[in-house]
């Protein structure tokens, strides 16, 4: 019997390469792309020997050639980060509509599913509580954040020209806020700020007057969820995240209860269009996936604690 086979694009981030194990778990082959420009190979370096997978350096939004056949196109390329989108906002772009539409043009030739990592940035500052799939948001366009928010809305509304003209396979999942071992320490969000500002021993640093509310899915729930949705029939965007929600005050105070120390914060002018709150309604992915995430973020936390503390001993910080 022939594996099924999956392109995974983006697969030296942190939610690719997690991506990559759950297809190998599951049986599939994968070629890994990636242009390393947020991506490490280090998030594959355990896979250097397994048979089943390749790696291709690439960026996306060149033209995509990949002999034999292809089951699946995960599209995960893309700056996730406000740190790296700030820096780079034309790439950014450029993988949300170049990187989006050469993917979707493979998946067509190959007749492969074609499986979007949307984001909850789609609905911006929201002014619905929690965010359904069917809000349409909030964003600003041509504000500094506009390069990512609007470049993943653009390769949504691409993916949906392909299945609605050319009856391409398509899924969409809007991602909320994920985390676990593999983030990058400098990623600029919050948890890992957090956590290695705490194994520092450095004060926590909380945007405005910390209000601001955030939901934190572990990533092996967001993988059992994304393995769900590639297998359902399901065209639309689905919202994939925990719906726990937390202030960043209270969320400071359970980062230090995990590692240890004393709870010092330092508080720094909140960014520009920065959401004030962001809750995932996962009603939809409830009755059509039955799934809700099982890692509570206390556990969650912990389990990534070995992680972060290992690569931030590596830096010499500690």
């Known amino acids: 019997m022939t594996l099924k086979r999956a392109l995974v694009t983006g697969a030296a981030g942190f939610l690719g390469s997690h991506l990559c194990d759950r297809l190998l778990a599951e049986g599939w082959e994968v070629v890994g792309m990636d242009n390393l420009v947020t991506g490490d190979t280090a998030n594959l370096a355990h896979l250097a020997e ?56 493979l998946a067509l030739a190959k007749d492969a599913t074609f499986f979007l990592a949307s984001t909850s940035e789609c609905y911006g500052d929201p002014l619905v509580h929690p965010q359904p799939e069917d809000y349409w948001g909030n964003v600003n366009p041509v504000g500094p954040r506009g390069c990512y928010d609007e470049g993943k809305r653009f390769s949504e509304a691409l993916t949906m020209a392909y299945h609605r003209h050319h009856g391409l396979d398509t899924r969409i999942v809007r991602i909320f806020n994920t985390y676990g071992p593999r983030m990058r320490l400098d990623d600029g969000r919050v948890l890992p700020a957090f956590l290695t500002q705490a194994l520092r021993g450095e004060p926590l640093t909380i945007f405005g007057d910390g209000s601001q509310t ?105």
């Open 214 to 318: 955030r939901s934190f899915c572990f990533v092996d729930d967001l993988m059992e969820g994304i393995w769900r949705l590639f297998n359902s029939n399901e065209n639309l965007p689905v919202n994939l995240g925990n719906p726990r929600e937390m202030n960043m005050l209270e969320f400071a105070e359970k980062v230090v209860s995990v590692v240890g120390g004393e709870l010092i914060l330092e508080e720094c002018e909140l960014p520009e269009d920065d959401p004030k709150m962001r809750q995932p309604d996962i009603a939809k992915a409830r009755a059509l996936l039955d799934w809700e995430p099982k890692v509570q973020v206390e556990e969650g936390l912990a389990l990534c604690l070995d992680d972060f503390s290992r690569r931030t001993r590596a830096q010499g910080a500690v």
């Open 50 to 105: 397994v048979s089943s997978f390749a790696y291709i350096e690439q960026d996306v939004t060149l033209r995509l050639e990949i002999d034999g056949n292809l089951d699946g196109i995960f599209h995960f390329a893309c700056p996730a980060s406000p740190i790296d989108y700030l820096k780079i906002p034309i790439q950014t772009l450029k993988v949300g509509s170049l990187g989006t539409h050469n993917a979707l043009g």
